[in-house]
């Protein structure tokens, strides 16, 4: 619910500063119509590089990757109490 505030106060703020600048003509008619398509291009390219960042980023987790390994073990002992083969893998 907070990104959604957030989500609709940028806008609400990005379309304040559109409606502003064209009462107030500080940019001319012809280019405030272009500002929305800027807007969206930049938050693309914010997206985009963010997502670039956490790959190079990808965090390792040696603590959930070994509690992964002892729920799968614990996983093929039941299977086995249970008589079902589950294989060397």
């Not at 940019?27 to 500002?35: F, G, K, N, R, Y």
């Not at 990757?65 to 073990?73: E, K, R, T, Y």
Request: proline share 4%; glycine share 10%.
């Amino acid at each position: 619910m907070k990104h959604v505030l957030k989500l609709l106060s940028l806008l609400v703020v990005i379309s304040a500063l559109w409606i502003g600048l064209l009462q107030a003509s500080i940019i001319p008619q012809s280019h405030t119509w272009l500002l929305p398509i800027y807007v969206i291009v930049s938050l693309g390219c914010y997206g985009l590089f963010m997502v670039g960042v956490g790959l190079m980023r990808f965090p390792t987790c040696p603590q959930e990757a070994s509690l992964l390994q002892q729920d799968i073990a614990e996983g093929k002992g039941f299977l086995k109490q249970k008589g079902v083969d589950v294989g060397s893998n």
